[in-house]
């Protein structure tokens, strides 16, 4: 079954540090996976996925097949990286499908 | 329009009443998904429609849970016997078929009161 485990329901840090927000998962074939966004009062939108490779707002996260992880990293949180985070993952590439999201995690930065 | 839309964007019902959340996605695309998201909780899938597919309905908590959609277009969520337990955002998503992954719009959601 798919599954999207964040273990985190908030991450608090300091301005400048480094964040890390986990999300590992459970799919038996190739998955695809995504970070979602929430700002306070906004929509929620797509921040980035694994096969673009690519760094938005100075956030990475690279796909481990082994541990079955998607982890979010920025090195030097700002303030205005303060949102709700999800995990998602979707099951066939190349192909729409639904997406499952993981739980979220609310990540407060703090001055 | 430009992005996904839904009506209404607040809805205060009484306990046993019936309910209906429109989903307007957008234009052209083919995939259409409800989530629920219930207050301090992360985002529940509820059903996915794909072109003229069945929808994958899954994720509906009940039978009281049902939805709707006509075509590639506008989307019906319906809520039988409202329960307090339904208060929920429920937001509605489309995505196009890309060869990419699978980028969903979200609306901004439908926030149900039930009392």
């Known amino acids: 079954a798919q599954r999207v485990t964040q273990p985190e329901k908030l991450l608090s840090v300091f301005k400048g540090a480094p964040v890390e927000l986990k999300c590992n998962y459970s799919?038996?074939?190739?998955?695809?996976l995504f970070w979602y966004v929430q700002y306070s009062r906004q929509r929620l939108q797509l921040l980035l996925r694994?096969?673009s490779r690519e760094s938005i707002k100075g956030f990475t996260a690279d796909l481990n097949k082994g541990e079955t992880s998607f982890h979010l990293k920025k090195p030097f949180a700002q303030e205005e990286d303060s949102a709700m985070y999800y995990c998602a993952l979707s099951g066939r590439r190349g192909a729409t499908n639904k997406l499952i999201f993981g739980t979220g995690t609310l990540l407060a930065v703090q001055p | 329009g430009a992005g996904v839309s839904q009506s209404p964007s607040n809805k205060v019902t009484e306990k046993g009443k019936d309910v209906e959340l429109r989903c307007d996605p957008i234009?052209?695309?083919?995939?259409l998904y409800w989530y629920r998201q219930r207050l301090g909780q992360g985002l529940e899938f509820l059903i996915y429609?794909?072109?003229?597919?069945?929808?994958?309905k899954s994720g509906l908590p009940s039978d009281r849970f049902s939805a709707e959609r006509t075509g590639e277009s506008v989307s019906t969520l319906t809520i039988q016997r409202t329960q307090q337990e339904d208060s929920a955002v429920y937001l509605c998503a489309s995505s196009s078929r890309t060869g990419n992954g699978n980028t969903i719009y979200f609306g901004e959601g439908s926030w149900l009161t039930v009392v």
């Open positions: 429609f794909q072109g003229n597919s069945a929808p994958d």
């Open positions: 799919y038996s074939g190739s998955p695809e």
């Open positions: 234009s052209g695309h083919t995939a």
């Open positions: 694994h096969i």
